[in-house]
């Protein structure tokens, strides 16, 4: 990063105290991913620019509430929480009002979000074990007048989680990676089921006797493990 000027790049926004959200603002942003605790002085020089205008932006940036805050990112193995489970839950309509209070007294609830879809909305718990996850779902979600349904499926790896994407990122993913991407061990080895969505890459010319035969774009065949490793050495 060796930008020199406060203005390069296309406006992606507006911050509040009147300067432009810039290339050099997601610069910051990028460093700040890296390390949260990063010294002005250090900042300024993996940016490019003075360590006056790096406080600057810096200050901007919070000011605005583009950077609304900083936190940790935690280990939840080593904490003791190594299942992770997504409750997709079917809200009765009248209700919604009684739904996000009630969530909101679930202090064990990571994330929760409004979803389009067979469900209306999504929740993400981590817990010790399985049991745990059943018990909150049997016993407390299922206890809630405004659940209707809930379907739970639980992650077997979570292999990939950013703390943030910038329009930047965009760019950079067409070329090769700037660096390796974090990604976290085993998470719930133990768990039952899991959701997959995946991608096929449309069959060559000449092909179309493995798995993926007669399947449009965007669809995936899955096969037994039996199956599969025959295909496997077939093919070796």
Same mark, same amino acid.
């Given at each position: 990063m060796?930008?020199?000027?406060?203005?390069g790049g296309g406006t992606t926004g507006r911050i509040g105290i009147g300067?432009?959200?810039?290339?050099?603002?997601?610069?910051? &942003?990028?460093? &700040?991913?890296?390390n949260g605790r990063v010294s002005v002085s250090a900042l300024a020089e993996r940016v490019g620019i003075s360590r006056a205008n790096a406080?600057?932006?810096?200050?901007?940036?919070?000011?605005?509430?583009?950077?609304?805050?900083?936190?940790?990112?935690?280990?939840?193995?080593?904490?003791g929480l190594g299942i992770v489970a997504l409750i997709f839950v079917t809200?009765?309509?009248?209700?919604w009002r009684q739904f996000?209070?009630?969530? +909101?007294?679930?202090?064990?609830?990571?994330?929760?979000?409004?979803?389009?879809?067979?469900?209306?909305?999504?929740?993400?718990?981590?817990? +010790?074990?399985?049991?745990?996850?059943?018990?909150?779902v049997t016993e407390r979600l299922a206890n809630i007048p405004a659940v209707k349904a809930t379907e739970?499926?639980?992650?077997?790896?979570?292999? &990939?989680?950013r703390p943030y994407v910038l329009p930047s990122d965009r760019d950079r993913g067409r070329g090769a990676p700037r660096r390796p991407a974090s990604s976290s061990g085993a998470s719930a080895s133990t768990a039952a089921s899991s959701s997959t969505s995946t991608s096929a890459p449309e069959?060559?010319?000449?092909?179309?006797q493995g798995q993926?035969?007669?399947?449009? &774009?965007?669809?995936?065949?899955?096969?037994? +493990? +039996?199956?599969?490793?025959?295909?496997?050495?077939d093919a070796t």
């Open positions: 060796s930008s020199n000027s406060g203005s300067l432009e959200m810039d290339a050099t603002h997601l610069k910051i &942003l990028e460093v &700040l991913r890296d406080y600057t932006r810096f200050e901007a940036l919070r000011a605005d509430g583009v950077i609304r805050r900083f936190t940790a990112e935690i280990d939840h193995q080593r904490t809200v009765r309509q009248q209700m996000r209070a009630q969530l +909101a007294q679930m202090p064990e609830v990571e994330y929760c979000a409004i979803t389009t879809g067979q469900h209306d909305a999504m929740i993400q718990v981590r817990m +010790a074990d399985v049991a745990e996850v059943h018990a909150m739970t499926v639980f992650i077997l790896d979570e292999v &990939l989680r069959p060559e010319q000449g092909q179309g993926g035969q007669g399947l449009p &774009l965007g669809k995936m065949r899955f096969v037994g +493990a +039996a199956e599969g490793r025959a295909a496997l050495r």
